[in-house]
Protein backbone atom coordinates (compact mmCIF):
# COMPACT_ATOMS: atom_id res chain seq x y z
CA UNK A 1 0.00 0.00 0.00
CA UNK A 2 1.00 3.54 0.02
CA UNK A 3 0.07 5.21 2.67
CA UNK A 4 1.61 8.69 3.10
CA UNK A 5 3.89 8.36 -0.15
CA UNK A 6 4.24 11.34 -1.46
CA UNK A 7 5.53 11.88 -5.24
CA UNK A 8 8.79 13.38 -5.99
CA UNK A 9 12.40 13.41 -4.40
CA UNK A 10 12.92 12.58 -0.88
CA UNK A 11 16.54 14.04 -1.12
CA UNK A 12 17.64 12.11 1.27
CA UNK A 13 15.89 13.59 3.85
CA UNK A 14 12.18 13.01 5.42
CA UNK A 15 9.77 15.10 4.04
CA UNK A 16 9.51 17.90 6.06
CA UNK A 17 13.25 19.26 5.63
CA UNK A 18 12.96 18.15 1.85
CA UNK A 19 9.82 20.91 1.19
CA UNK A 20 12.18 23.15 3.59
CA UNK A 21 15.08 22.60 1.39
CA UNK A 22 13.34 23.26 -1.60
CA UNK A 23 11.55 26.11 -0.39
CA UNK A 24 15.08 27.85 0.85
CA UNK A 25 16.49 26.97 -3.02
CA UNK A 26 13.57 28.29 -4.37
CA UNK A 27 13.82 31.56 -2.26
CA UNK A 28 17.83 31.80 -2.75
CA UNK A 29 17.80 31.60 -6.41
CA UNK A 30 15.48 34.35 -6.66
CA UNK A 31 16.66 36.45 -4.77
CA UNK A 32 20.69 35.96 -6.38
CA UNK A 33 19.45 34.72 -10.01
CA UNK A 34 22.11 32.00 -9.82
CA UNK A 35 22.69 29.58 -6.75
CA UNK A 36 25.72 25.99 -7.01
CA UNK A 37 23.99 23.18 -5.69
CA UNK A 38 23.54 19.43 -6.24
CA UNK A 39 22.59 18.24 -9.36
CA UNK A 40 19.88 16.34 -8.01
CA UNK A 41 18.48 19.16 -5.65
CA UNK A 42 18.20 21.69 -8.92
CA UNK A 43 16.48 18.78 -10.94
CA UNK A 44 14.48 18.70 -8.08
CA UNK A 45 13.51 22.85 -7.71
CA UNK A 46 13.45 23.27 -11.73
CA UNK A 47 9.86 22.31 -11.82
CA UNK A 48 8.58 24.22 -9.03
CA UNK A 49 10.39 27.36 -10.36
CA UNK A 50 8.82 27.38 -13.64
CA UNK A 51 5.26 27.16 -12.20
CA UNK A 52 6.34 30.11 -9.87
CA UNK A 53 7.35 31.98 -12.85
CA UNK A 54 4.15 30.64 -15.02
CA UNK A 55 2.33 32.22 -12.24
CA UNK A 56 4.05 35.86 -12.38
CA UNK A 57 3.16 35.74 -16.02
CA UNK A 58 -0.66 35.79 -15.31
CA UNK A 59 0.01 37.92 -12.70
CA UNK A 60 -3.18 37.23 -11.06
CA UNK A 61 -4.26 37.50 -7.30
CA UNK A 62 -4.80 33.85 -7.20
CA UNK A 63 -1.32 33.22 -8.74
CA UNK A 64 -0.13 35.53 -6.33
CA UNK A 65 -1.18 33.89 -3.11
CA UNK A 66 0.00 30.42 -4.60
CA UNK A 67 3.47 31.79 -5.49
CA UNK A 68 3.71 33.09 -1.76
CA UNK A 69 3.12 29.86 -0.66
CA UNK A 70 5.42 27.92 -2.78
CA UNK A 71 8.43 30.86 -2.19
CA UNK A 72 7.49 31.69 1.50
CA UNK A 73 8.26 35.61 0.91
CA UNK A 74 5.88 38.08 -0.47
CA UNK A 75 8.51 40.66 -1.15
CA UNK A 76 10.20 38.89 -3.02
CA UNK A 77 7.12 37.38 -5.01
CA UNK A 78 6.59 41.00 -5.68
CA UNK A 79 10.10 41.54 -7.21
CA UNK A 80 9.30 38.61 -9.44
CA UNK A 81 6.07 39.31 -10.46
CA UNK A 82 7.16 42.88 -11.34
CA UNK A 83 9.48 41.58 -13.52
CA UNK A 84 7.20 39.55 -15.58
CA UNK A 85 4.73 42.16 -15.54
CA UNK A 86 7.99 44.21 -17.42
CA UNK A 87 8.20 41.33 -19.80
CA UNK A 88 11.51 39.44 -18.68
CA UNK A 89 9.84 35.98 -19.95
CA UNK A 90 7.06 37.32 -21.89
CA UNK A 91 8.07 35.45 -25.57
CA UNK A 92 9.57 32.17 -23.40
CA UNK A 93 7.01 29.08 -22.88
CA UNK A 94 8.81 27.10 -20.22
CA UNK A 95 12.67 26.99 -20.14
CA UNK A 96 13.19 29.45 -17.45
CA UNK A 97 16.05 27.74 -15.55
CA UNK A 98 19.14 26.91 -17.27
CA UNK A 99 21.58 24.12 -15.34
CA UNK A 100 25.28 24.05 -15.78
CA UNK A 101 27.85 21.40 -14.78
CA UNK A 102 30.69 22.44 -12.68
CA UNK A 103 31.40 18.25 -12.40
CA UNK A 104 32.27 16.27 -8.96
CA UNK A 105 32.47 17.82 -5.54
CA UNK A 106 35.92 16.80 -4.08
CA UNK A 107 34.84 14.91 -0.51
CA UNK A 108 31.92 12.83 -1.74
CA UNK A 109 31.71 13.04 -5.79
CA UNK A 110 28.27 14.52 -5.62
CA UNK A 111 27.84 16.24 -9.00
CA UNK A 112 27.61 20.19 -8.12
CA UNK A 113 26.03 22.23 -10.66
CA UNK A 114 25.52 25.81 -10.97
CA UNK A 115 21.37 26.64 -11.58
CA UNK A 116 20.42 30.24 -13.39
CA UNK A 117 17.43 32.38 -14.19
CA UNK A 118 17.43 32.32 -18.25
CA UNK A 119 17.40 36.14 -18.86
CA UNK A 120 18.23 36.37 -22.45
CA UNK A 121 15.32 36.65 -24.65
CA UNK A 122 14.39 33.30 -27.04
CA UNK A 123 16.33 33.71 -30.60
CA UNK A 124 13.76 32.44 -33.19
CA UNK A 125 14.93 29.01 -34.56
CA UNK A 126 15.59 29.33 -37.83
CA UNK A 127 14.53 26.68 -39.84
CA UNK A 128 17.19 25.78 -42.62
CA UNK A 129 16.07 26.59 -46.05
CA UNK A 130 15.08 23.83 -47.94
CA UNK A 131 17.39 23.27 -50.80
CA UNK A 132 14.63 22.85 -54.07
CA UNK A 133 15.43 20.50 -55.95
CA UNK A 134 15.23 20.63 -59.72
CA UNK A 135 15.65 17.90 -62.32
CA UNK A 136 18.70 18.49 -64.44
CA UNK A 137 17.89 16.16 -67.42
CA UNK A 138 20.94 14.35 -67.92
CA UNK A 139 23.57 14.88 -70.62
CA UNK A 140 23.85 13.40 -74.12
CA UNK A 141 26.62 10.77 -74.12
CA UNK A 142 28.84 11.87 -77.05
CA UNK A 143 29.97 8.22 -78.57
CA UNK A 144 33.11 8.88 -80.49
CA UNK A 145 32.62 8.34 -84.48
CA UNK A 146 34.68 6.34 -86.85
CA UNK A 147 35.63 8.92 -88.95
CA UNK A 148 37.25 10.73 -86.46
CA UNK A 149 40.70 9.29 -84.73
CA UNK A 150 40.45 8.19 -81.45
CA UNK A 151 43.78 9.80 -80.40
CA UNK A 152 42.67 13.44 -81.16
CA UNK A 153 40.02 14.54 -78.74
CA UNK A 154 39.13 17.99 -78.90
CA UNK A 155 37.94 20.03 -75.99
CA UNK A 156 34.11 19.20 -74.52
CA UNK A 157 33.15 23.31 -75.88
CA UNK A 158 34.84 22.54 -79.25
CA UNK A 159 32.71 19.35 -79.85
CA UNK A 160 29.67 20.92 -78.86
CA UNK A 161 30.28 23.48 -81.12
CA UNK A 162 30.53 20.82 -83.92
CA UNK A 163 27.13 18.97 -82.99
CA UNK A 164 25.39 22.45 -82.68
CA UNK A 165 26.60 23.48 -86.63
Do not use: C
Not at 19 to 35: G, H, P, T, V, W
Not at 42 to 67: F, N, Y
Amino acid sequence: MRHNKKRGMKLGTDASHTKAMKKSLIRALFENDRIKTLDVRAKAIRPEVDKVITWAKKGDIASRRLAIAKVGDKELVREVFEKAAQGMWADRNGGYTRIMKLGPRKGDAAEVVIMELVTEPVSPKKAAPKAKVTKVEAAPVEEPKAEEAPAEEAPAEETAEKDAE
